[in-house]
Structure formats: C-alpha cells, structure tokens
C-alpha cells in the first residue's frame, strides 16, 4: 500500500516536469522516416490537414497517428495559435501499452487522470 503511494506520488512529481516542454508543428505531405519528440505533425496538403502523428509524450516511443479528416471515426481537431503552437481536441487517451491520457494545449502536455 505505501509502495502504491510512492509510486503516485512520484508519477505527479515527473507529470509536473513533464508539462514543461512545448510542442512545435511541422506540416508534410507525408509522414516522415524519423520522428522528433516534442513535434506534433501535420499530414495534408494546401493546409487540409487529415493526420497529426506524434511521439508519445510519455517517452514509451510509440508513434501516435490521429485521424484529423471528418469523415473518420474516432477524428481530433486541430488549432494553432498566433504562434503555431498546437492544440488537440478531444484528449488523446491510449487503451493500449502505456496508457497515456492527455491534452495537448497550446504546446503543452496536461496530464489526465
């Protein structure tokens, strides 16, 4: 019971450090062969976009692909502030492997409970 504890406690010590890091975007017309952590991409043409992929924010190093066209289901939404920093909508919520749940919001990380 205690170690269950340490381990919460030190999971929100590391999720605190964690949101410090801003994503960036890059746009492409198709996905790259090298990822780089902390960028959010952007598949499409002429500014349509219908993919993001991302590095998991959580260091597992499992490729996110999320569906940004209308017509596919589960599909996220897009925005980029004044400063191309990325907001995703809804939440990205992993059922498999690490199990990450978060927001990405203005380039930053927030971690779900």
Known sequence: ???N????????????????IEYKTVTCEDLPDYFEKNVLYLVGEN????QAA???PCNCGD??????DTKGKPRWQVYLNKKSKPTLHPSVHRNVNCR??????EGK???CK
């Open 63 to 68: 490729l996110i692909q999320l569906t940004l």
């Open 47 to 50: 500014k349509q976009f219908w």
């Open 5 to 20: 504890k340490i381990k919460k406690a030190v999971g929100w010590f590391v999720n605190l450090f964690r949101n410090e």
């Open 100 to 105: 990450s749940h978060y927001i990405l919001r």
């Open 109 to 111: 990380v927030i971690w």
């Open 54 to 56: 991302m590095l998991c």
């Open 1 to 3: 019971m205690i170690k």
